[in-house]
């Protein structure tokens, strides 16, 4: 049986406003994309995933956004 996809469950759950496009930081990103840390980051290193934002010089977070459309790219593959 095939697992629900989280980004279109997401979408369903919060629609298409504007909190669509906020940051999430690395708990709420393991939990979107089922991807562990490590290759999380090995994809980030061959362009193979979302560019991580800066937010502050010990804090990192990604573009909501773009990892929904990361994990519906999976999902289309």
């Not at 629900?4 to 708990?27: Q, S």
């Amino acid at each position: 049986m095939n697992k629900p996809n989280p980004a279109i469950l997401l979408r369903e759950t919060i629609g298409l406003a504007p909190i669509y496009d906020r940051i999430v930081k690395e708990a709420e990103r393991e939990k979107i994309t089922a991807i562990s840390r490590s290759q999380c980051f090995q994809l980030e290193r061959k362009n193979q995933f979302p560019k991580r934002v800066r937010l502050s010089s010990h804090s990192v977070g990604w573009r909501l956004s773009e990892l929904l459309k990361f994990v519906e790219s999976l999902h289309t593959v």
